[in-house]
C-alpha cells in the first residue's frame, strides 16, 4: 500500500466531519493573519510615529491604534475559537475512526486475530488509534493553513516589493519545505522503528502483567524483564535521535527567518533611498516578513509526524483489510420461528497447518435438551461450538442451526441466540454489576441476584456487594467465582441456547455437584450443552456424547453407557 493510498484512506475517514475541520482551518488561518498584522502594523506605526515626531508632522494615529487594537482581539477570539473548534473536530474523528476499527474487526475475531498478542491488539486499538487525532491537528491544519497564509504573504509583500516578495517565498519554501524533508528523510527510518517498538514494548508489559504469576512460577520473569528493558533502551534511542532532528529543525526555522529579514532589509532599503518606498514601511516590511515564519513553524513537526501516522494508520489498515474467515452472507437470516435445535452434519475440519481437529461428526441436539459432550482435551469439543458460532467454517460437511445452515445466518442475529461460557470468559475491570450488566443492560436487580443464585455466586456477591470492583481481568476473584461470574452473566442473556465450555472446573466436588445440578434443572426450554471432561452431574443428562481423536465414539444416556463395556464406563472408572 502507498503512502498516497493511504492519506487518501485517511482523508476519508474525516470526511464526515469536515465542516468542523474547515471550520477549525479557518479560525487557524484568521489568528495567522491577524498576528502578522498586528505585527506590521504596529512596526508601521511605531515607525511613522517617530518619524512625525522628528518632522514634526501630524499624523492620525486613532486609526492605527484602533487597527492595533482590532488585530489583537480577533486574534484572541479566533485562537480561542481554533482551539475549541478544532479539538472537538479531532474528538468526534477519533470517535468514529475507534468505531470504525472496533466494527471491523470484530468479524475477524478469533481466526484472524489469533496470530497477535493482546498487548499488539490493545496498541493498535488505542495508541494507533489516538495517534490518529495528530493528522488533522499536526498535518491538515498546518499545512493547509500554511499554504493559504504564504499566498497572502506573497501577494501584500509583492504589492510593495516583488523583490522582497521573491526573497521572503524562498526563505518560508526552504523553512517551511526544504528543512522538513531534509528532517523528515534524515528520521523516517528512526519514526518507523519507534512506532514498532512502542508497540512491541506495550505487547510486553502488558503480556508481562496479564502473565506474571505464570511467568514467576517458572522463573521467567527476569527474562521478561529484560526484554522490557532492551525494547524500553531501544525505543529511547529512537526518540532521541528524533528530538535532536527536532531541534536542529527549530535552530535552522530561527537562522532562516533572521536571513529572511536581512534580505528583506537589503532589497527595500534601495527602495526608500531612492523614495519609492516611505521610510516608515520599511519597519512594517521587516517585522512583516519575521511575523510570517509563525505560519511555517509547524511544519518541520507536520512531516516528523507525518511519518509516524502514516505507520499508525498502515498498522490499523493491515488489520482491517484482512477477510473474515466466515463471510457474512449476501440474504442473511434475521428471524427463525423453528425450534433452536443444533445439528452437524458429516462435519471435516483442520486449523490451518494442524491435522484432522473433527473428522465425520453427525449429532443433532433437539430443542430443550441436556447434552454433555465428553472427551479429553483435543479431542475436538470446543472446535464444534467454534464451527456453530461461526468463528470457522467446516471443510466438509453441514452445521445447522435452527434446521438452517449457519452460513445463511449473519454472525450477529446467530450469536443473539447463543449464549456461550467459555474456558477463557473475560472478566472487566470493572464493578461486579457492570461485569453482569453487559450481558443485558436493561436486567433488573431481581434478575441479577436470580442469575447469581442460579451459578451458584449469589453469597459471594452478597458479600462482597454489587458494586465491588472486580481487578483488571477478575484478578480479586478466584479462579472458581470468574467462572461462575461469566457462568450468571450468561445466565442473564437468556437466549434460546446456554453452551458451557468446561462450567464446573476449579469448582470443589460439592460445588460442582449443588452447581450442575440446577444447570440441569433449571430453565427446561433452553437447550443446554455442557462441553466437559468431569463427570459431575452426567447421570441426569438426557445425552452424552463422548468423543475421542475428533471422532463420535459412543452416545445414549448415563444408564445406558453404564450398561456395557462403554469408553464412557471405563473413563468413569478412572
Given at each position: 500500500?502507498t503512502?498516497?493510498s493511504d492519506?487518501?484512506?485517511l482523508?476519508a475517514?474525516?470526511?464526515?466531519?469536515?465542516?468542523?475541520l474547515?471550520?477549525?482551518?479557518?479560525?487557524s488561518?484568521?489568528?495567522?493573519?491577524?498576528?502578522v498584522?498586528?505585527?506590521?502594523t504596529?512596526?508601521?506605526?511605531?515607525a511613522s510615529?517617530?518619524?512625525?515626531?522628528?518632522?514634526g508632522?501630524?499624523?492620525?494615529?486613532?486609526l492605527?491604534?484602533?487597527?492595533?487594537r482590532?488585530f489583537s482581539?480577533?486574534?484572541?477570539?479566533?485562537?480561542y475559537?481554533?482551539?475549541l473548534?478544532?479539538?472537538?473536530?479531532t474528538?468526534?474523528?477519533?470517535?468514529?475512526?475507534r468505531?470504525w476499527f472496533?466494527?471491523r474487526?470484530e468479524?475477524l475475531?478469533?481466526?484472524?486475530?489469533?496470530?497477535?498478542?493482546?498487548?499488539?491488539?490493545?496498541s493498535r486499538?488505542r495508541?494507533?488509534?489516538?495517534?490518529?487525532?495528530r493528522?488533522?491537528?499536526?498535518?491538515?491544519l498546518?499545512?493547509?493553513?500554511a499554504g493559504?497564509?504564504?499566498?497572502?504573504?506573497?501577494?501584500?509583500?509583492?504589492?510593495?516589493?516583488?523583490?522582497?516578495?521573491?526573497?521572503n517565498?524562498?526563505?518560508?519554501?526552504l523553512?517551511?519545505?526544504g528543512?522538513p524533508?531534509?528532517v523528515?528523510?534524515?528520521?523516517?527510518?528512526?519514526g518507523?522503528?519507534?512506532?514498532?517498538?512502542?508497540?512491541?514494548?506495550?505487547t510486553r508489559?502488558i503480556?508481562?502483567?496479564?502473565?506474571l504469576a505464570?511467568?514467576?512460577?517458572y522463573?521467567a520473569?527476569?527474562?521478561?524483564?529484560?526484554?522490557i528493558e532492551a525494547a524500553?533502551?531501544?525505543?529511547?534511542?529512537r526518540q532521541?535521535?528524533?528530538a535532536?532532528?527536532?531541534?536542529?529543525?527549530?535552530?535552522?526555522?530561527v537562522?532562516?527567518?533572521g536571513?529572511?529579514?536581512?534580505g528583506?532589509?537589503?532589497v527595500?532599503?534601495p527602495?526608500v533611498?531612492?523614495?519609492l518606498?516611505?521610510?516608515?514601511?520599511?519597519a512594517?516590511?521587516a517585522?512583516?516578513?519575521l511575523a510570517?515564519?509563525?505560519?511555517?513553524?509547524?511544519?518541520?513537526n507536520a512531516?516528523?509526524v507525518?511519518?509516524?501516522?502514516?505507520?499508525?494508520?498502515?498498522?490499523?489498515?493491515a488489520?482491517?483489510?484482512?477477510?473474515?474467515?466466515v463471510?457474512?452472507?449476501?440474504?442473511?437470516?434475521?428471524?427463525?420461528t423453528?425450534?433452536a435445535?443444533i445439528?452437524?452434519?458429516d462435519?471435516?475440519?483442520?486449523?490451518?497447518?494442524r491435522?484432522?481437529?473433527?473428522?465425520?461428526?453427525?449429532?443433532r441436539?433437539?430443542a430443550?435438551e441436556?447434552?454433555?459432550?465428553?472427551?479429553?482435551t483435543?479431542?475436538?469439543k470446543?472446535?464444534?461450538?467454534n464451527?456453530l458460532l461461526?468463528?470457522?467454517?467446516?471443510?466438509r460437511?453441514?452445521?445447522?442451526?435452527?434446521?438452517?445452515?449457519?452460513r445463511?445466518?449473519?454472525g450477529?442475529s446467530?450469536r443473539?441466540r447463543?449464549?456461550?461460557v467459555?474456558q477463557?470468559?473475560?472478566i472487566?475491570?470493572a464493578?461486579?454489576?457492570e461485569?453482569?450488566?453487559?450481558a443485558?443492560?436493561?436486567?433488573?436487580?431481581?434478575q441479577i441476584v436470580l442469575a447469581?443464585a442460579?451459578?451458584g455466586i449469589a453469597?459471594?456477591?452478597?458479600?462482597?456487594?454489587?458494586?465491588?470492583f472486580?481487578?483488571?481481568?477478575g484478578?480479586?476473584?478466584?479462579?472458581?467465582?470468574?467462572?461462575?461470574?461469566?457462568l450468571?452473566?450468561?445466565?442473564?442473556?437468556?437466549?434460546p441456547?446456554?453452551?458451557?465450555?468446561?462450567?464446573?472446573?476449579g469448582l470443589?466436588?460439592?460445588?460442582?455437584?449443588?452447581?450442575?445440578?440446577?444447570?440441569?434443572?433449571?430453565?427446561?426450554a433452553?437447550?443446554?450443552?455442557?462441553?466437559?471432561?468431569?463427570?459431575?452431574?452426567l447421570e441426569?443428562?438426557?445425552?452424552?456424547?463422548?468423543?475421542?481423536?475428533g471422532?463420535?465414539?459412543?452416545?445414549?444416556t448415563?444408564?445406558?453407557?453404564?450398561?456395557?463395556?462403554s469408553?464412557?464406563?471405563?473413563?468413569r472408572?478412572l
Amino acid at each position: 500500500m502507498t503512502r498516497r493510498s493511504d492519506l487518501r484512506r485517511l482523508l476519508a475517514l474525516h470526511r464526515p466531519y469536515l465542516g468542523w475541520l474547515l471550520a477549525g482551518m479557518l479560525l487557524s488561518l484568521l489568528a495567522t493573519l491577524a498576528n502578522v498584522a498586528l505585527m506590521a502594523t504596529s512596526g508601521w506605526f511605531i515607525a511613522s510615529m517617530a518619524i512625525a515626531g522628528v518632522l514634526g508632522a501630524q499624523i492620525n494615529y486613532f486609526l492605527p491604534s484602533a487597527g492595533i487594537r482590532g488585530f489583537s482581539i480577533l486574534r484572541i477570539i479566533s485562537r480561542y475559537g481554533e482551539r475549541l473548534v478544532t479539538h472537538e473536530g479531532t474528538f468526534r474523528v477519533i470517535t468514529v475512526v475507534r468505531m470504525w476499527f472496533y466494527e471491523r474487526i470484530e468479524p475477524l475475531a478469533p481466526a484472524r486475530l489469533q496470530g497477535l498478542h493482546s498487548g499488539d491488539l490493545l496498541s493498535r486499538l488505542r495508541a494507533d488509534v489516538d495517534r490518529l487525532d495528530r493528522f488533522y491537528l499536526s498535518i491538515l491544519l498546518p499545512l493547509t493553513v500554511a499554504g493559504v497564509a504564504v499566498l497572502l504573504f506573497t501577494l501584500f509583500l509583492a504589492m510593495h516589493s516583488p523583490l522582497a516578495a521573491l526573497v521572503n517565498l524562498g526563505m518560508l519554501l526552504l523553512a517551511g519545505v526544504g528543512v522538513p524533508l531534509l528532517v523528515n528523510a534524515l528520521g523516517s527510518a528512526a519514526g518507523r522503528e519507534r512506532i514498532a517498538l512502542e508497540a512491541e514494548l506495550r505487547t510486553r508489559v502488558i503480556d508481562g502483567v496479564q502473565g506474571l504469576a505464570e511467568l514467576t512460577v517458572y522463573g521467567a520473569d527476569d527474562t521478561q524483564s529484560e526484554r522490557i528493558e532492551a525494547a524500553s533502551h531501544a525505543m529511547i534511542k529512537r526518540q532521541e535521535t528524533l528530538a535532536g532532528l527536532g531541534a536542529m529543525s527549530q535552530g535552522a526555522l530561527v537562522l532562516i527567518s533572521g536571513a529572511a529579514v536581512m534580505g528583506g532589509l537589503l532589497v527595500t532599503i534601495p527602495l526608500v533611498r531612492s523614495g519609492l518606498l516611505p521610510p516608515a514601511n520599511l519597519a512594517m516590511i521587516a517585522l512583516f516578513t519575521l511575523a510570517t515564519f509563525e505560519a511555517i513553524a509547524p511544519l518541520p513537526n507536520a512531516f516528523k509526524v507525518l511519518g509516524e501516522t502514516l505507520a499508525s494508520a498502515r498498522r490499523l489498515f493491515a488489520l482491517v483489510d484482512a477477510e473474515p474467515e466466515v463471510p457474512e452472507p449476501g440474504w442473511p437470516v434475521t428471524h427463525r420461528t423453528q425450534p433452536a435445535t443444533i445439528e452437524f452434519r458429516d462435519v471435516h475440519f483442520a486449523y490451518p497447518g494442524r491435522a484432522t481437529v473433527l473428522d465425520g461428526i453427525d449429532l443433532r441436539i433437539e430443542a430443550g435438551e441436556r447434552i454433555a459432550i465428553l472427551g479429553a482435551t483435543g479431542s475436538g469439543k470446543s472446535t464444534l461450538i467454534n464451527l456453530l458460532l461461526r468463528f470457522w467454517a467446516a471443510d466438509r460437511g453441514t452445521v445447522l442451526f435452527a434446521d438452517e445452515d449457519v452460513r445463511a445466518w449473519s454472525g450477529e442475529s446467530l450469536r443473539r441466540r447463543l449464549s456461550v461460557v467459555s474456558q477463557h470468559a473475560h472478566i472487566f475491570n470493572a464493578t461486579l454489576r457492570e461485569n453482569l450488566l453487559i450481558a443485558n443492560p436493561n436486567a433488573s436487580e431481581a434478575q441479577i441476584v436470580l442469575a447469581c443464585a442460579q451459578a451458584g455466586i449469589a453469597d459471594f456477591v452478597q458479600e462482597r456487594g454489587l458494586d465491588s470492583f472486580v481487578g483488571e481481568a477478575g484478578i480479586k476473584l478466584s479462579g472458581g467465582q470468574r467462572r461462575r461470574l461469566a457462568l450468571a452473566r450468561a445466565l442473564l442473556r437468556d437466549t434460546p441456547v446456554l453452551i458451557l465450555d468446561e462450567p464446573s472446573e476449579g469448582l470443589d466436588a460439592r460445588t460442582e455437584q449443588r452447581l450442575m445440578r440446577g444447570l440441569i434443572a433449571d430453565n427446561p426450554a433452553q437447550t443446554r450443552v455442557f462441553i466437559t471432561h468431569r463427570f459431575a452431574g452426567l447421570e441426569s443428562m438426557h445425552r452424552i456424547v463422548v468423543m475421542d481423536q475428533g471422532r463420535i465414539v459412543e452416545t445414549g444416556t448415563h444408564a445406558d453407557l453404564m450398561a456395557k463395556d462403554s469408553v464412557y464406563r471405563r473413563l468413569r472408572r478412572l
